[in-house]
């Protein structure tokens, strides 16, 4: 005897079977995250020689730069060294030491013993106040500066054969010389003379104060009964919050290649700009610059115009009267914001 089943339990019957297979499929899906996962094989990245070297070359970065700081470590090493210590070592009877001595406090003494044979140099606030006393007087006053380029040049042929000139100032060209220029060694060598207050630099390092007894040694230029400064004067006045009190007031003529930015600048601090003359092409353009001045109506005048400078700076003070500052890269200095005028 059959038994029939209910209809509903024959559909039930039918929707339990594929519950089964979808279940089983679940279970398959299930396991596939346990298997490893799938790894892009070595050969998906073409290994092409563009890829190998840019591997090598940035290889090779990493080791020159360690290469790199370890052999400036060790030259810095050495050179301190040859610099000091191995000249007391030279200096030394062989029977003594100075075990507890360091090298600076033998410099430091050795300095005191030369005191009196130093160079003054007029301070910060000498300067400030020289150059407001002659423009409340309306007095001229040439302030000039010399650096490595200025130096350089005075020494062609005096001091430093041309070639080593060209050689150790390869910059000159881009300040304005092109070596060899006898004509403008000699111009500058006149404008030092005649300048008002000149600044030398203070660094001991090559082409900077090393050369300028020898220089001036050569062209006769006195250390006696002259004005000297610090050639980073123009940087001095600024941070010591006398540029302000210098050019409150005054009618300001600016000259060189950043006159246009730099007078923006200024004119954002109220200082009243009487004119622009740029450019400034090198210099032998030095005396074409004076003559343009000269028609303006100034106080005082600021001059970035490299080694031009010095001959616009003494000339333009001489001639009319005025004050003029050989104002330098303070100018860029200005224009960037890295030296905001202050009080």
Not at 171 to 187: E, M, N, Q
Not at 265 to 282: E, F, K, R, S, W
Request: glycine share 8%.
């Amino acid at each position: 005897m059959r038994i029939r089943t209910s209809r509903k339990r024959q559909i039930a019957g039918r929707l339990r079977k594929p519950k089964k297979r979808r279940t089983r499929k679940r279970r398959i899906k299930k396991s596939v995250p346990l298997l490893p996962a799938p790894v892009i094989p070595i050969e998906a990245v073409p290994v092409t020689p563009d890829l190998v070297k840019e591997v090598e070359t940035d290889q090779l970065q990493l080791d020159t730069s360690h290469d790199f700081q370890a052999g400036f470590a060790k030259g810095y090493q050495e050179g301190r060294y040859a610099g000091g210590e191995a000249i007391i070592d030279q200096m030394l009877p062989p029977d003594q030491m100075l075990p507890e001595v360091t090298v600076e406090q033998i410099i430091a003494a050795g300095i005191s013993m030369y005191r009196e044979h130093s160079l003054p140099l007029l301070t910060v606030e000498q300067v400030g106040d020289q150059i407001i006393h002659a423009l409340d007087e309306q007095q001229p006053l040439s302030l000039v500066r010399l650096g490595d380029g200025e130096l350089l040049t005075l020494a062609q042929e005096i001091v430093m054969p041309v070639e080593t000139v060209r050689r150790e100032g390869k910059f000159l060209d881009y300040a304005g010389v092109k070596v060899p220029d006898l004509d403008i060694r000699d111009r500058l060598a006149e404008a030092v003379l005649r300048a008002d207050i000149v600044g030398i630099p203070r660094t001991r390092m090559p082409n900077y104060q090393p050369l300028v007894s020898p220089v001036f040694r050569a062209y006769g230029i006195p250390f006696a009964e002259r004005q000297w400064t610090d050639s980073l004067i123009n940087y001095g006045l600024c941070q010591a919050g006398y540029l302000m009190r210098i050019l409150r007031n005054r009618r300001v003529l600016v000259i060189g290649n950043m006159a246009e930015p730099l007078s923006a600048v200024l004119t954002g601090y109220g200082i009243a700009i009487a004119g622009m003359i740029t450019p400034v092409n090198g210099a032998r353009d030095a005396a074409r610059i004076v003559e343009l001045a000269r028609h303006y109506d100034f106080d005082m005048a600021l001059v970035s115009a490299g080694i031009a400078a010095v001959l616009i700076t003494e000339e333009l003070a001489r001639l009319t009267g005025k004050v003029a500052i050989d104002f330098g890269h303070m100018a860029n200095a200005i224009v960037k914001g890295e030296a905001p005028i202050t009080e």
